[in-house]
């Protein structure tokens, strides 16, 4: 059978689901990408919206929809000034506020507001439009007139009883049929893996590694995790924990103890791998302009070193990339050895992951696929796992280099080259494959890794994160959806890749999706997975 390149998918299923079948069919140009686009899940229709709260907090959500959806270019940029609180506006320029809010008009249109629900400090909007479903969630500050404080939007969780927990067959079809039409819209590109009782049953790849030479992704090819890093971070530490070289309640300044900042150095060790450092993140306008010179987590330290808490350790819960450089930090100095050399040693050669790795982006790595980013949201960034700076989950966050970007299919994606860091870090940014992170599971369940009380510590969720249902562990997230089933994992995302590991215990499921552009590509694709799975047949 002759394939199309442009689309490039190949699939590979177990005998149980399905025979051997080869990807068919004809690809569309790449079309626009949203930076923030909406998951294919079947919902209800909705004949309504509900009314917002009448509290502060419901008006400003009222104004913040009313704006976003029929607000003019100059409203907007109003509206952000007026009620965004300052951290969150100097998190980007006002004309990229501007264009995130123009990306969530694109992507609200036609959709129908589903349901509201309020929490401390947080609102979360959920919309319907047709068979999908989006998420709006504003984190507010604690003020009696709040402000908006972040955004985070990403893919709805609603699914309709007919399609979620469908046989495993079933499922796999629906799934094949729904990637070879994301591939062909250009609305994802990039490999996906689902094992059972750790053998795999699915596997495919879809897209370009390279689009200038059209050489085509393969389930083989290498794509950047971004935060998904922070598992193996979580394991090193660990590690030394069992080995007794790390005390958890202990203070960074016992280990690192000239760190110059003296609020920081009696953060624990706990307090890092859950993000309730207040240690802060690791991405700004600095950092834009010194991107080049921080090529070793030292030189993290080194320029980050004398800033303070930015709130009492311990007694709040914010995502911050710079508490796991400091994590890796702690490696190198309790091990002896550099960061990488330690996680290849301990980590990635133990268990067979032989196609991971961290080496810079001077050097050249076969098989490592291009990243690709799109004018969704110019000059914004994505941080964080799933990804996210404030907790898991697509957040809009701070800007990179602002750039104007053709709307014209021939120039909606363009590659990430020169834009990266210098190397992935302790907080993320090295590369693997599916069938390495599914090594990676594999190994931790059966704790070859780290023994089953350590084990059991990493993954345990214990700090609420600021979205419903998802606990942060050590360098996991620990999620209980509705229907009761637990999912634990990580993801990663920046522009021009998305990845996202997902471990469901209860049904003995692995899923692994990793893209090489803009998220939620891969996000959207493990939640549409994750609820067509027959998660709760064991």
């Not at 919902?43 to 607000?71: D, H, I, N, S």
């Not at 303070?308 to 914010?318: E, H, I």
Request: proline content about 6%; aromatic content about 8%; hydrophobic content about 35%.
């Amino acid at each position: 059978m002759k394939l199309n390149l442009q689309q490039a998918g190949t699939i590979r299923e177990d005998r149980r689901s399905s025979q051997r079948s080869d990807l068919k069919g004809r690809a569309a140009r790449a079309l626009l990408l949203s930076l923030v686009g909406l998951l294919g899940l079947a919902v209800a229709a909705q004949t309504a919206e509900p009314e917002m709260p009448k509290t502060p907090a419901g008006e400003l959500a009222r104004q913040f929809m009313q704006v976003a959806r029929k607000g003019t270019p100059e409203e907007k940029a109003s509206f952000a000034k007026e009620h965004y609180s300052q951290r969150f506006l100097e998190f980007a320029s006002t004309q990229d506020h501007v264009r995130m809010l123009n990306q969530l008009s694109n992507d609200l249109k036609g959709a129908d507001l589903a349901a509201i629900k309020s929490a401390d400090n947080s609102m979360d909007l959920d919309f319907v439009r047709g068979d999908t479903a989006l998420s709006v969630k504003l984190v507010l500050t604690a003020d009696r007139e709040p402000r908006i404080d972040g955004l985070m939007v990403g893919p709805g969780e609603a699914v309709a009883a007919a399609t979620a927990n469908a046989s495993e067959t079933e499922a796999f079809a629906t799934v094949r049929t729904e990637l070879e039409k994301r591939a062909a819209d250009d609305k994802f590109s990039g490999a996906v893996l689902i094992a059972k009782d750790g053998q795999m049953v699915f596997e495919g790849a879809y897209g370009y590694a390279e689009r200038e030479q059209r050489i085509t992704n393969t389930v083989d090819t290498k794509f950047r995790f971004g935060s998904m890093g922070k598992m193996f971070t979580a394991v090193g530490v660990l590690q030394l924990v069992q080995a007794g070289k790390i005390n958890l309640d202990a203070p960074i300044a016992k280990y690192l103890p000239d760190y110059p900042n003296q609020g920081v150095a009696a953060v624990t060790v706990a307090q890092l791998l859950t993000h309730r450092g207040g240690t802060g993140d690791i991405f700004s306008p600095e950092y834009e302009a010194h991107r080049e010179e921080l090529q070793e987590l030292k030189d993290y330290v080194a320029f980050y070193g004398k800033r303070g808490v930015q709130f009492q350790p311990g007694s709040d819960w914010d995502y911050s990339n710079y508490g796991f450089i400091l994590l890796g930090r702690i490696i190198e100095v309790v091990s002896g050895q550099t960061y990488y050399d330690y996680v290849r040693d301990h980590i990635f050669q133990p268990v067979g992951m032989n196609s991971t790795g961290n080496l810079p982006e001077d050097q050249h790595v076969p098989g490592l696929s291009v990243g690709y980013t799109g004018p969704g949201g110019p000059g914004l960034r994505l941080i964080g796992p799933g990804p996210g700076s404030n907790g898991p989950g697509p957040r809009l966050a701070g800007p990179a280099p602002a750039e104007e970007h053709s709307t014209s299919s021939k120039a909606a994606l363009r590659p990430t080259t020169g834009s990266l860091p210098y190397r992935g870090t302790s907080a993320g940014g090295g590369y693997s494959t599916v069938g390495d992170l599914l090594r990676f599971a594999n190994a931790l369940i059966s704790h070859q890794l780290l023994n089953a009380h350590y084990t059991e510590l990493l993954i345990t969720g214990k700090v609420a994160t600021r979205r419903p249902g998802i606990k942060y562990g050590f360098g996991f997230e620990d999620e209980l959806a509705k229907d009761g089933v637990r999912c634990l994992g990580h993801g990663g995302g920046s522009p021009g890749m998305n990845g996202r590991l997902s471990v469901f215990p209860g049904a003995n499921y692995v899923v692994v999706v990793l893209a090489n552009i803009d998220p939620p590509a891969a996000d959207e694709v493990a939640r549409f997975i994750r609820d067509r799975l027959p998660l709760k047949s064991r």
